[in-house]
DNA sequence: AAATGATACCTCGAAGTTCTTGGGTTGTCA
DNA sequence: TGACAACCCAAGAACTTCGAGGTATCATTT
């Protein structure tokens, strides 16, 4: 366990559908928000989700458009799909339930 | 995500030291008890725990002996270290924290 | 007691994934 | 026009897992 990669690789697609769920967004806000709420525990880079968000439109659970923002610039806008929000709800609770195996099985006898 | 495999890669190292940290066990049982406590959520290989282990053991946080079992069959029985105790409770906490912040992201606004 | 089959245990190589590194473009501001 | 910030991406390196197989022990049969 060399650093938090392991911790973290895990649950790239599930954060990201569940951003996106919330509100539409874009590569590099995705970043921004994620690592403003992981506080230090990780942080990801931005060639991180590139790839899963790439992998995520390919299965068709979030659809892509490129979108002018205000500021004129041209932005990648990402949207969660009907579908996307779907598997958003069954990994989330997959990953409820191996959290609590887990759990289980770390939790040592004397704390 | 296509398979459960990359929820259970994340947290090998650490659920096979709770296991130790309980019991000194090899590896053989260390998959059968997992497996069992996993229930169909996830199930792991025989050949996914061993490298494992070694690397573990390479980092001085396990320790293995061979061992005469009851049965006159020799075992290779692992025993968590005191650097071994330490890594798993900084771990734990640190998989805590995480999963809290992923539950969090995840969290959706209707339901 | 020798042979056979089943069980327990471990290792290694191949395959598939993900992350990291580094780069490339567009727009803003001095 | 030079520097910096916002924004996106590709490819190789590094890691893990899976699958197949090898060895040793026990139980059974004859």
New binding site residues.
Partial sequence: M??D??L??AS?AVIILGVLAREPS????IVKRVNEAADGVWEW????V??????LEKDKLVRAQWQE?D??????YYYITAAGRDALSTQAERWKAFNGIVAQLVETPHG
């Avoid at 874009?26 to 806000?29: A, K, R, V």
């Avoid at 880079?45 to 991180?48: A, I, K």
């Avoid at 590139?50 to 992998?55: A, N």
């Fill in positions: 060399k650093s990669k392991e973290v690789g790239t874009y590569g590099y806000q880079q931005e060639g991180t590139y790839p899963v968000l790439h992998k923002a500021t004129g610039r041209q932005r990648k």
